[in-house]
């Protein structure tokens, strides 16, 4: 786990706080695997001089490398796959356990309460939101849904209902079921921010993140509280992340 804290920072200042899955791989390609990183600090510091957010903090929470899309994949989309489905997903793709509900328990129940205690934050909902991409981008939707007490928005960035690397109906149908029934209806205040790009793996992202904008709707998201973005001809990488993540960080925390 990384914590960025502004330059400014002082306890004397409450700060929001966004905490951000795949956190190796946010603020120095020097230590990624692919040599790239978001450099999420760096938009959040420019946001913050311009007046776009509030002080902000950023809590980067590492991956757990080969568990991690066992950690990333929502536990509870698996009861809407058919049990062939089901068992071979957890069996292959994800380790023989998933574990996305005791990740989601250590970030509300250890790590925030932690990272409250330590530092000068905004404790509730409306300064606390959650973003990733890809894999990070679904848990960032599930967390969300699971405790929108302690979340009040969440940011998904090439979002990967497909749950697999080859377009299917099985995983993103459970995706689409499961925030039928789940995701917190619009209430003002909660914030949801999705886009995909059109190259590399987001080549196939389109169809489902229609149908997932859909069901935002059904919920009652409007365009105040709620956005979905296509960027031509940008792929699935940290590179093409950080050139928008500023998008998703101002309308998650702007204007609290």
Do not use: C
Not at 123 to 130: C, D, I, K, R, S
Not at 150 to 177: I, M, R
Not at 207 to 212: D, E, G, L, M, R
Request: proline share 6%; charged share 20%.
């Amino acid at each position: 786990m990384d914590v960025w804290l502004p330059a400014d920072y002082t306890p004397a200042r409450r700060h929001a706080v966004l905490y951000v899955h795949d956190g190796q791989m946010l603020f120095d390609e020097r230590i990624t695997w692919n040599k790239q990183a978001w450099h999420i600090h760096l938009a959040v510091d420019r946001l913050m001089r311009a007046g776009r957010i509030p002080p902000t903090l950023v809590v980067g929470v590492w991956n757990n490398g080969e568990r991690r899309r066992s950690e990333y994949y929502p536990e509870k989309f698996l009861p809407y796959l058919a049990e062939p489905v089901r068992q071979r997903l957890v069996t292959e793709g994800l380790g023989g356990q998933p574990r996305a509900d005791a990740y989601l328990r250590f970030v509300v129940d250890e790590l925030k309460p932690a990272i409250d205690a330590r530092f000068a934050t905004h404790p509730g909902p409306a300064h606390t939101a959650v973003l990733g991409s890809s894999m990070g981008g679904l848990i960032s939707v599930y967390a969300l849904s699971e405790y929108p007490q302690v979340f009040g928005g969440a940011a998904g960035l090439s979002t990967h209902w497909v749950g697999g690397f080859q377009p299917n109906a099985a995983l993103p149908l459970a995706a689409f079921e499961y925030l039928r029934d789940h995701l917190p209806a619009a209430d003002g205040q909660r914030r949801l921010y999705m886009d995909h790009g059109t190259t590399e793996l987001d080549a196939i992202y389109a169809p489902y993140q229609a149908f997932i904008d859909e069901i935002v709707r059904e919920r009652g998201y409007s365009s105040r509280d709620s956005v979905s973005r296509v960027f031509a001809g940008t792929g699935h990488n940290e590179r093409a992340w950080a050139e928008r993540v500023h998008l998703a960080i101002e309308f998650l925390l702007g204007g609290r």
